[in-house]
């Protein structure tokens, strides 16, 4: 075909560019104008027209402000990882005491770390020096910040020195679940560090359920242990005759599942800081309703409608931290798009967004005329339930 024939056959083509000339129909990109952010909402509004994480943190902001101010909505915060000991602690103690979040689930290890900063004790910079220098003095490193093991000893001393009252089954045999601990825990803590507020004692404030799926791998699991085994009092034959700890995580799914099947007005939200098994263990109520639901159950199987995630993993490794929401509703998690629902995920660490994410937010309510409400919300004894 020659050159002539070429342009020819181009210009008889049935394709068009018509209708996109000027980009009609299409959501226009604008340059990030540091001059006209006066704040961080500022800042958030003007990402969401760039590009690349970016954009996906200023829908972020988008999605939260609805999840939050929606006639209704029930608000689900997953937290992972060393968040904590990070310094972001904070962060979740003003928006469970604004009353933002009506249930936490998070891991025993970050919430030990609240309670030692919740004690007056502190985390540091990580010192230049081999971890077997550290071992030997008492330092325990988490990647470039480290926890003192005196301050884990004085969590223990409190867990000790309250042992019946955070474990009851030990005197009257039943069992409870995780957030009955934290629950009880976050109350001594307001008594003896009044002073202070960590994500367990505001939560026991207002009355937020604290759940910790995988409960047994944390200091607070180990400190009971340790307990039962004190109890016994065998010290050449530590384990003989200890029985162990009266604990039920199956209370907490229980409990967990009757809060969000008895929800039936606003939308069901989940704000995702990370993965594993917190993030996974609040999805999953969604489908346990649909398969009571088609197996003749008469239950509300309400799916996750509103998410945010902030989360560095990409989903191509195939574990759940880096799974997208959009592939949970195939497991009958979240509500499609075309169906009202509405996400936006953010592939950052938590430290670099989180903190922006929030105060943008927040900012964005005030100028709204909104105001923390500090909700009370019902406490539960799930032992009885």
């Known amino acids: 075909m ?65 999840m939050f101010t929606e006639p209704h909505n029930m608000v689900i915060l997953t937290i992972s990882g060393a968040l ?15 009353g933002l979040v009506d249930i936490v689930v998070g891991t025993g290890a970050l919430m030990t770390h609240d309670v030692v900063e919740n004690m007056g004790f502190s985390h540091y910079e990580a010192p230049r020096q081999s971890d077997a220098e550290s071992y030997q003095e008492g330092i325990c490193r988490v990647f470039d910040s480290v926890e003192l093991e005196t301050s884990l000893d004085s969590f223990e001393k409190l867990v000790a020195s309250n042992y019946e009252r955070l474990l009851p089954a030990v005197s009257d045999g039943r069992p409870r679940g995780s957030a009955d601990f934290c629950r009880r825990l976050g109350q001594v803590l307001l008594e003896t560090h009044p002073q202070h507020r960590s994500i367990l004692s505001a ?41 162990p700890v009266p604990y039920n995580g199956f209370v907490d799914l229980l409990d967990f599942t009757r809060r969000i099947e008895s929800h039936r007005a606003g939308n069901l939200c989940i704000f995702t800081l990370g993965g594993g098994v917190p993030r996974n263990w609040a ?58 629902g509405l996400y936006a995920e953010v592939m950052s660490d938590a430290t670099l967004v989180l903190p922006l994410l929030v105060k943008g937010v927040l900012q964005r309510l005030a100028k709204k005329g909104w105001v923390p409400a500090h909700r009370q919300h019902p406490t539960v004894d799930t032992a009885r339930r």
């Open 2 to 66: 020659s050159k002539e024939e070429h342009i020819s056959a181009l210009q008889s083509s049935s394709r068009s560019k018509a209708p996109w000339s000027r980009g009609q129909g299409l959501r226009a990109l604008h340059g990030l104008n540091l001059d006209a952010v006066n704040d961080f909402d500022d800042m958030l509004r003007r990402m969401s027209h760039t590009s690349f994480q970016g954009r996906n943190l200023g829908r972020a902001a988008d999605v939260l402000e609805l």
């Open 84 to 98: 904590t000991v990070a310094q972001q602690g904070p962060i979740f103690v003003e928006l469970i005491s604004s």
């Open 203 to 243: 939560a026991a404030e207002v009355g937020v359920p604290i759940y910790i799926p995988a409960f047994t791998d944390s200091e607070m699991a180990l400190n009971l242990l340790h307990g039962r085994v004190v109890r016994a009092g065998h010290r050449q034959d530590p384990f003989r005759g200890v029985e």
């Open 283 to 340: 999805q999953q109520v969604a489908p346990t309703l649909d398969i009571m639901q088609l197996d003749g159950y008469r239950v509300h199987a309400p799916r996750f409608s509103r998410g945010v995630r902030i989360c560095p993993d990409p989903p191509s490794w195939g574990h759940l931290s880096g799974c997208t929401y959009e592939e949970g509703i195939s497991w009958a998690k979240f509500l499609p798009r075309s169906e009202g």
